[in-house]
C-alpha cells in the first residue's frame, strides 16, 4: 500500500503560467516533506522541503503547501519556465527515512 | 563542494552473474543509503547506514543483496546472483545526520540491466 500518492504521472503547463503539483499521504506519522527535481540520467536533486509544523514554505519561485488534516501536501511554481521540466517527487520522512510517490512528469511549454 | 559518486554509471549483464556497485558519499556525510528505482516509480529504500553500522536494512533482500560501508566512508553495494528483475536504477544518497531531518544529497545512479 502507497504511503506516499502522487495521483497524476504528467502536467503540461505554459511558460509563466503557474505549476501546480499535488501529493497525498496516509501516514500521520511522517515529519517532514520534500520535493525532488529530476532530469533524465541524473539523480534526484533536493528542491524545497516544509516541517509537519508549518503550513507553508516559499523559497523563490517555488511555494509548499501542505494541509495536515487533509494529509496533502503542494508545490507551486510560480512562474514556470521551459527548464523546470523534470520529474518531481514528493517525499515523506519519518525518524531518517524517506518515501518516495511514484513522480510527476512536468512540461512546461515555450 | 563534489557531490556523491558513484560508479559505473551503466551495468549490463546476464542474468545469474553477480554485479556491484560502489559509492562515495559526499565528504562529512555521516549517513549513507542505497535505494532502487524501478521504472515510472520512486525510489525506494534497500539500506541506510550510520557511520559503519547499517541502522535499517530491512528492506534489502539479504538472499542475494549485500552492502558495506568499510570505514563509514564508502560503500558497496553487491547482488549474487543478479536475477531478471533486479534491473533497476540503484541510487546512493548521503546526509550529514540520519536523525530528523536532512536532505539526501543523490548521486547520478548506476543503471543496471540484467539480460
Known amino acids: 500500500d502507497q504511503q506516499v500518492k502522487q495521483n497524476s504521472p504528467s502536467l503540461s503547463v505554459q511558460e509563466g503560467r503557474i505549476s501546480i503539483l499535488n501529493c497525498d499521504y496516509t501516514?500521520?506519522?511522517?515529519?517532514?516533506f520534500l520535493w525532488y527535481k529530476k532530469y533524465p540520467a541524473e539523480g534526484p536533486t533536493f528542491l524545497i522541503s516544509?516541517?509537519?509544523?508549518?503550513d507553508k514554505n516559499e523559497d523563490g519561485r517555488f511555494t509548499v503547501f501542505l494541509n495536515k488534516s487533509a494529509k496533502h501536501l503542494s508545490l507551486h511554481i510560480v512562474p514556470s519556465q521551459p527548464g523546470d521540466s523534470a520529474v518531481y517527487f514528493c517525499a515523506a520522512g519519518s525518524q531518517g527515512n524517506l518515501i518516495f510517490g511514484k513522480g510527476t512528469k512536468l512540461s512546461v511549454k515555450p | 563542494e563534489a557531490g556523491v559518486v558513484q560508479s559505473p554509471r551503466y551495468k549490463i549483464i546476464e542474468k545469474k552473474q553477480p554485479v556491484a556497485f560502489w559509492c562515495n558519499p559526499i565528504?562529512?556525510?555521516?549517513?549513507l543509503y542505497w535505494y532502487r528505482q524501478n521504472l515510472g516509480q520512486g525510489p525506494e529504500l534497500l539500506i541506510r547506514?550510520?557511520?559503519?553500522?547499517?541502522?535499517?536494512d530491512s528492506q534489502l533482500p539479504k538472499d542475494r543483496f549485500s552492502a558495506e560501508r568499510l570505514k563509514g566512508v564508502d560503500s558497496t553495494l553487491k547482488i549474487q546472483p543478479a536475477e531478471l528483475g533486479d534491473s533497476a536504477v540503484y541510487l546512493c544518497?548521503?546526509?550529514?545526520?540520519?536523525?530528523?531531518?536532512?536532505?539526501?544529497?543523490f548521486g547520478p545512479g548506476t543503471r543496471l540491466t540484467v539480460l
Open positions: 565528504s562529512g556525510h555521516n549517513t
Open positions: 544518497a548521503s546526509s550529514s545526520s540520519g536523525r530528523g531531518y536532512n536532505e539526501q544529497f
Open positions: 547506514y550510520e557511520n559503519e553500522e547499517a541502522v535499517d
Open positions: 501516514n500521520s506519522m511522517f515529519d517532514y
Open positions: 516544509i516541517s509537519s509544523i508549518k
